[in-house]
């Protein structure tokens, strides 16, 4: 079973679409985060949900919206797609709180990698 | 600011020798985390090791093992015994493990073992 796994791996699109990746978690945890890694390959935090509640959100263009309907799930949808969106869009997830809490790792899905021509 | 700096962009080793990959960091917070990722070629994020900054001894994952310097704010990789496997970009990463929780990335330093 795949611990984060992010829909589509791989999206081609055309400028000025609007298109959306989903993640989903089986690790029971109640934090998740997209990250977005650009050609030279630099990752930088964009957003995070705690239970739900958006805890994080990085100076990112409102075209980014995401969304999360659960705690195992976190999609992100944008709007208005232009070429510098084009990047490789990691999901992730950690446990905040409780327990296990001072283990505080991330774990990340595959990555989609969104072309944008 | 907090900010995390890799010196070596590209790093080669020969195989079953051993490699250290070089990490400094800056935050003015005390209660931090440190980590090391791998991303091999298929752009999976693999965990390879990760520090608790208020921990002095070294941790330590098999072959991998790391050099943390708190007062000198220096986080560096050791991958002994380098196998062709080990091939990948390396992140070194802190989260400062309070509200938010993000992690912070270097810039990342391509490891290439060599037969």
């Known amino acids: ?117 | 600011a907090q900010t995390v700096t890799q010196s070596q962009p590209e790093m080669s080793v020969q195989e079953a020798e051993t490699v250290t990959l070089s990490c400094t960091y800056d935050t003015s917070e005390s209660n931090y985390y440190l980590f090391w990722y791998k991303q091999p070629p298929s752009r999976q994020m693999i965990l390879v090791i990760r520090q608790e900054a208020y921990k002095q001894q070294n941790a330590t994952e098999n072959r991998f093992s790391v050099n943390f310097q708190k007062a000198a704010k220096s986080f560096s990789l050791k991958i002994s015994d380098s196998q062709l496997g080990d091939t990948a970009m390396y992140f070194c990463a802190f989260s400062l493990g309070e509200y938010g929780n993000k992690l912070v990335f270097g810039a990342g330093t391509i490891l290439r073992v060599k037969s």
């Not at chain 1, 400028?15 to 650009?38: A, P, R, V």
């Not at chain 1, 390959?41 to 805890?55: A, G, H, V």
């Not at chain 1, 208005?80 to 327990?99: H, I, K, N, P, W």
Request: contains cysteine.
């Open chain 1, 1 to 117: 079973d795949t611990a984060v796994s992010q829909t589509p791996k791989y999206l081609v699109t055309q400028m000025g679409n609007d298109k959306s990746i989903k993640c989903e978690q089986n690790l029971g945890h109640d934090t998740m985060y997209w990250y977005k890694q650009d050609s030279k390959k630099f990752l930088k935090i964009m957003f995070s949900y705690n239970n739900k509640e958006l805890i994080i959100n990085e100076t990112v263009p409102n075209r980014f919206s995401p969304k999360s309907p659960d705690k195992a799930h976190l999609n992100l949808h944008i709007n208005s797609l232009e070429l510098g969106d084009s990047a490789v869009y990691f999901c992730a997830s950690s446990q905040r709180t409780g327990a296990n809490m001072a283990k505080n790792i991330q774990y990340f899905g595959a990555g989609t990698r969104l072309s944008v021509l």
